[in-house]
């Protein structure tokens, strides 16, 4: 079936320090492929997304790439900020026509000064 | 504009007895999806709704969950004779249609504990 796996957490940098976060997905299909992020106190909410192969999606200073090859989709950012500090999730789509997510466990950043 | 909400956005109940969790979509959003966040783990997809129809059930764990959308809006999952593995946080999002083109706008979710 879909899954998606991610790096375990929590992950705790200092700031201005460089993130990856893995994240590998089963090969069914030709997924679309996210980010979502939760921040503190708010609900998810979209970061960055790519929809086919070699895709990069990019915001705010965070990038990921489509890696077919890989079946990959590593989160990046080369300088974190303490406003980071929240949930990521890696996601994709479920193999239907629709919008039916299946995600990771998420992964815990925690940015100090 | 508003978001997604959901109400209430903590309930506490007792083993056997039924719950209802209550999501209020984006005005104007099609699509409407309810997922569940069980402790240290992903969210889980339960429900599809497209308009007032319910195309995708598959995720609902047991016939103890059920879900209902009325007027395209408002939708209510409920949790009949809750048990305790039933606790988590269920999110419900909504998107302007299905696919991947379309953003989902998360809710910030209802956490239920059953004790």
């Known amino acids: 079936g879909n899954s998606v796996t991610q790096m375990e957490g929590p992950v705790t940098l200092s700031e201005e320090a460089f993130l990856t976060i893995n994240c590998t997905y089963t090969?069914?299909?030709?997924?679309?492929l996210f980010w979502y992020v939760q921040y503190p106190g708010e609900g998810l909410q979209l970061l960055l997304k790519?929809?086919?192969?070699?895709d990069k999606g990019s915001n705010k200073g965070f990038e990921a790439t489509y890696r077919k090859e890989t079946t990959s989709f590593h989160l990046e950012k080369g300088s974190v900020q303490v406003s980071d500090s929240a949930v990521y999730f890696c996601?994709?789509?479920?193999?239907?026509?629709?919008?039916?997510?299946?995600f990771g466990q998420g992964t815990i950043l925690t940015v100090h000064p | 504009g508003a978001g997604v909400s959901q109400s209430p956005s903590n309930k506490v109940t007792e083993k056997g007895k039924d719950v209802e969790l209550r999501c209020d979509p984006i005005s104007g959003h099609t699509a409407l999806y309810w997922y569940r966040q069980r402790l240290g783990q992903g969210l889980e997809f339960l429900i599809y709704f497209q308009g007032n129809s319910a195309p995708d059930k598959s995720g609902l764990p047991s016939d103890r969950f059920s879900a209902e959308r009325t007027g395209e809006s408002v939708s209510t999952l409920t949790i009949q004779r809750t048990q305790q593995e039933d606790s988590a946080v269920y999110l419900c999002?909504?998107?302007?249609?299905?696919?991947?083109?379309?953003?989902?706008?998360f809710g910030p979710g209802t956490r239920l504990t059953v004790t």
């Open positions: 999002a909504s998107s302007l249609g299905a696919g991947a083109s379309y953003e989902q706008y």
């Open positions: 996601a994709r789509l479920g193999g239907t026509s629709y919008g039916k997510l299946t």
């Open positions: 090969a069914t299909g030709y997924p679309s």
């Open positions: 790519a929809t086919k192969a070699d």
